[in-house]
Structure formats: structure tokens, C-alpha cells
């Protein structure tokens, strides 16, 4: 199970919800990675990247397009496992909806409300796992296994329907291919003008593509069962 592989948690408490959002500010300069901390939440999550200063942020009906707080203020007030997770390298999940994850690399993201985290200092490690969580079987399993958490068609997840997926047994080769394609697509959505250029974004579609075709390799499902996720996943 991806559990003994590296543990899902809740980002944050609702109590901590509740007491970041005074320290939230919008960043009228440039993002200070010494002083500075992101904010991301669920609305700002894509495949593999954050809508970090693209999409704004709604925060307890606030909207920040470059939502940060004060690295210090934070760390001060948050002397609990909320402010060592996101110091740390880390997955952050979607709360709702969509199976949607992206990475943080350099540890200076807080993920916000209806989150969920994986940390680990291994990079390689939550490579691996991104490239899994993002692909289409994971989201149809997740989906087909908890239909009764079902949420505006999609799903509400938590920490134990990721830590109870099933993980496929990969030798280091079979892992290899897989973190060298997540670095591709990180690659491209962190390039300048991503958002605005349709050749990188069709790159980063057929290399999820790739990623699907390994992952149904992986799991050794059948043509007919790929076909069956393909349908499903494309009318989510």
C-alpha cells in the first residue's frame, strides 16, 4: 500500500485553518523565498504543478492571486507538526473532486485548507508516488473503490483512501522511467510562458499519457480493463 511506501496526512487541523488566515497577505513583489511562504488550497492545485499566482486563491472568502505569509510569523505561531510539514519537500493532494497533486521541492508552500500531504525527504521517492497519484487508474480506483464519499461528481478524499491504494512491486528500473518522465512535465509547467504556450501543454498531455500506458503496465491490467478506466475517467 502506498502507506508503507511513504504516509498521507491531513495538511492541517480546522483550527489551524482558522489561525493562518490572519497572517495571509498578497504579495505586491516578487515571492522572497527566505522571508516568505507560499499559501496553496485545494482550488489552486493542478496535475503536477500549483495555480500559485495564476488562479487566485479563495481563503474563508478572501481571494489572494499571490497569497504568502511571513516565514517567521508563521513558524512562531505554528509550533506543531502543521509548520514542520510544510517546511518540508512534499506532495499536496486535492481535497476534493479531482485526484489532482502537485510537488513541493524546496519545502516553502503551506498547503491550506482541505489538503492532504505526503512528506518525505526522498525526492526520487515522491516522484515515483506523484507520477502514480496523477495517473488516470488512480483516480478511477479511488473513485469506483469510495463511491459513497462522492462529492459534486467527484470525490472527498482523505488520507486513508491514498494510504490504503494499492502499490505495485517496482524494481529501481521499473521506477526509474517513470521519475524521469515526472521531471519532464516539471520541467515544462515550472518553463516560462507554460500557461500561455499550447506546445508545451500538449507535451505535458502526451507525457501523462506515457505515464497512464506504464502504470496500467505496472498494475498488469488488461487492454479491455484500460479501455474500461479510459471511458470512466474521461466523463469525470
Given at each position: 500500500?502506498?502507506?508503507?511506501?511513504s504516509?498521507?496526512?491531513?495538511?492541517?487541523?480546522?483550527?489551524d485553518t482558522y489561525k493562518?488566515a490572519?497572517?495571509?497577505?498578497d504579495a505586491?513583489?516578487?515571492f522572497?523565498p527566505k522571508?516568505?511562504?507560499?499559501?496553496?488550497?485545494?482550488?489552486?492545485?493542478?496535475?503536477?504543478f500549483?495555480?500559485?499566482?495564476?488562479s487566485?486563491?479563495?481563503?474563508?472568502?478572501?481571494?489572494?492571486l499571490?497569497?504568502v505569509?511571513n516565514?517567521?510569523e508563521?513558524?512562531?505561531l505554528?509550533?506543531?507538526?502543521y509548520?514542520?510539514?510544510?517546511?518540508q519537500a512534499?506532495i499536496?493532494?486535492?481535497?476534493l473532486?479531482?485526484l489532482?497533486a502537485?510537488?513541493?521541492?524546496?519545502?516553502?508552500?503551506?498547503p491550506?485548507?482541505?489538503t492532504?500531504?505526503?512528506?518525505?525527504?526522498?525526492?526520487?521517492?515522491?516522484?515515483?508516488?506523484?507520477?502514480i497519484l496523477?495517473?488516470?487508474l488512480?483516480f478511477?480506483?479511488i473513485?469506483?473503490r469510495?463511491?459513497?464519499?462522492?462529492?459534486n461528481k467527484?470525490?472527498?478524499?482523505t488520507?486513508?483512501?491514498?494510504?490504503?491504494?494499492?502499490?505495485?512491486?517496482?524494481?529501481?528500473?521499473?521506477?526509474?522511467?517513470?521519475?524521469?518522465?515526472?521531471d519532464?512535465i516539471?520541467?515544462?509547467?515550472t518553463?516560462?510562458?507554460?500557461f500561455?504556450?499550447?506546445e508545451?501543454?500538449?507535451s505535458v498531455k502526451?507525457i501523462?499519457h506515457?505515464?497512464?500506458?506504464?502504470v496500467?503496465?505496472?498494475?498488469?491490467l488488461t487492454?479491455e480493463e484500460r479501455q474500461?478506466?479510459?471511458?470512466?475517467?474521461?466523463?469525470?
Open positions: 500500500k502506498i502507506a508503507d511506501f504516509n498521507c496526512e491531513n495538511a492541517c487541523a480546522t483550527s493562518l490572519p497572517l495571509i497577505k505586491t513583489e516578487n522572497e522571508k516568505q511562504l507560499k499559501v496553496i488550497n485545494t482550488g489552486t492545485i493542478s496535475k503536477y500549483m495555480r500559485w499566482g495564476i487566485k486563491m479563495t481563503y474563508l472568502k478572501q481571494k489572494y499571490h497569497p505569509v516565514k517567521e508563521f513558524l512562531s505554528f509550533k506543531n507538526s509548520s514542520k510539514k510544510s517546511v512534499k499536496i493532494i486535492k481535497g473532486n479531482l489532482d502537485c510537488i513541493d521541492i524546496d519545502g516553502d508552500v503551506i491550506g485548507k482541505s492532504l500531504i505526503i512528506a518525505n525527504s526522498n525526492l526520487k521517492k515522491l516522484k515515483l508516488l506523484l507520477s496523477n495517473s488516470k488512480a478511477f480506483y473513485k469506483e469510495y463511491p459513497a464519499s462522492s462529492y467527484g470525490t472527498n478524499f488520507k486513508d483512501m491514498i494510504n490504503n491504494m494499492p502499490m505495485p512491486q517496482m524494481t529501481e528500473n521499473e521506477q526509474e522511467p517513470l521519475i524521469n518522465l515526472t519532464d516539471l520541467s515544462l509547467t518553463s516560462a510562458g507554460y500561455e504556450n499550447e508545451k501543454q500538449a502526451n501523462e506515457q505515464i497512464d500506458l506504464m496500467y503496465e505496472l498494475y498488469g487492454e474500461v478506466i479510459e471511458a470512466s475517467v474521461s466523463k469525470s
